[in-house]
């Protein structure tokens, strides 16, 4: 694909970019660049390579869920401003 300074225009104008003469011809040259390197990369065999989704290897570093005793309904409630022994009692916020 040959990339001619209308398509500069166009995707700068898509891109809500206003580039000056001097960057619109060196933005020709720099994409040529890109796609000849592109052109160079679809002509590696790469059927036996897995696909990636990241470069470097992720692993969770979160730790194991653990089940633990917790505190009782009571010791939760105790502080309440007000409170049923089973719930949290808040004044009506929506009619």
Request: hydrophobic share 35%; aromatic share 4%.
């Amino acid at each position: 694909m040959k990339i001619t300074a209308e398509l500069v225009e166009h995707v700068s104008q898509l891109s809500r970019l206003r580039l000056p003469q001097e960057e619109k011809e060196r933005m020709t040259g720099e994409l040529e660049g890109i796609l000849a390197y592109m052109e160079v990369l679809n002509t590696l065999d790469t059927r036996e390579v897995e696909p990636l989704s990241h470069i470097f290897p992720i692993k969770n570093v979160w730790r194991e869920d653990e089940v633990i005793p917790s505190q009782t309904r009571q010791e939760l409630l105790k502080n309440a401003p007000t409170g049923n022994g089973e719930t949290f009692l808040v004044p009506k916020a929506v009619e």
